[in-house]
């Protein structure tokens, strides 16, 4: 069984400074990897998702993460967050194709970016 | 090309009544999951279903849940007896494969029973 851990439930940042959202997660196979982000009574937009190669992941909005096997971690990162980043995000994985058909989910980072 | 489609967007309940949730995919899309999000928590896969059938029902409460995906129109998730518990935003993803990797979400029923 896989399971997912955002270690976060709420993260405080000011405007322009860096942000990391950490996300390890659980499984007993190779597994991909998804950051999505929920703003205020929104659905999820996917921001980020790796399957293979390169461990360094670029999204949108100017996020991404990196792939760490040895760790099973998948951490969300910005140099330079603004306003707009205020949300909620969600880390999850899924079994590659034969393997399952479903997300397994964190319980989300509450990110508040304040001025 | 429309995105996902969920309505209605909120549904107010008294315990005891029926729900209807429908999720229209993107075009193109045969492939439907549906995901429940209580308070406080991510989100807990329900079901996945293909055209005219369900191929994965683990997530689903044993009774009182249902979910349908016609050969024509939406796909629906059907709650019976709603009671308090059930309040939680309900998400569908729909994908033209059966691969999460090319899903789009919808924005979502917050259903409150009252």
């Known amino acids: 069984a896989q399971s997912v851990t955002q270690l976060d439930s709420q993260v405080p940042v000011f405007e322009e400074a860096p942000v990391e959202l950490r996300c390890n997660y659980s499984?007993?196979?190779?597994?991909?990897l998804f950051w999505y982000v929920q703003y205020p009574n929104q659905g999820l937009q996917l921001l980020l998702k790796?399957?293979?190669?390169?461990?360094l992941v670029k999204g949108i909005n100017g996020f991404e993460a990196e792939f760490n096997k040895s760790q099973t971690s998948f951490h969300l990162r910005k140099p330079s967050v603004h306003i707009s980043d205020t949300a909620e995000y969600f880390c999850?994985?899924?079994?590659?194709?034969?393997?399952?058909?479903?997300?397994?989910f964190g319980t989300g980072t509450q990110l508040k970016v304040e001025l | 090309n429309a995105g996902v489609m969920q309505n209605p967007r909120h549904l107010v309940r008294r315990r005891g009544q029926e729900a209807r949730l429908r999720c229209s995919p993107m075009?193109?899309?045969?492939?439907v999951y549906w995901y429940r999000q209580l308070p406080e928590e991510g989100l807990k896969f329900m079901v996945y279903?293909?055209?005219?059938?369900?191929?994965?029902e683990s997530g689903m409460p044993k009774e009182r849940f249902s979910a349908e995906f016609p050969k024509e129109g939406p796909s629906i998730l059907r709650i019976q007896q709603v009671v308090r518990g059930d309040s939680a935003a309900y998400f569908c993803?729909?994908?033209?494969?059966?691969?999460?990797?090319?899903?789009?979400f919808g924005q979502g029923t917050r259903l409150t029973v009252v």
């Open positions: 279903l293909q055209k005219e059938n369900i191929i994965d």
């Open positions: 075009k193109g899309h045969s492939h």
């Open positions: 993803a729909s994908s033209p494969t059966g691969a999460h990797t090319e899903a789009f």
């Open positions: 999850a994985v899924s079994e590659p194709p034969g393997g399952g058909n479903k997300l397994t």
């Open positions: 499984s007993s196979v190779s597994v991909y």
């Open positions: 790796y399957l293979s190669g390169s461990t």
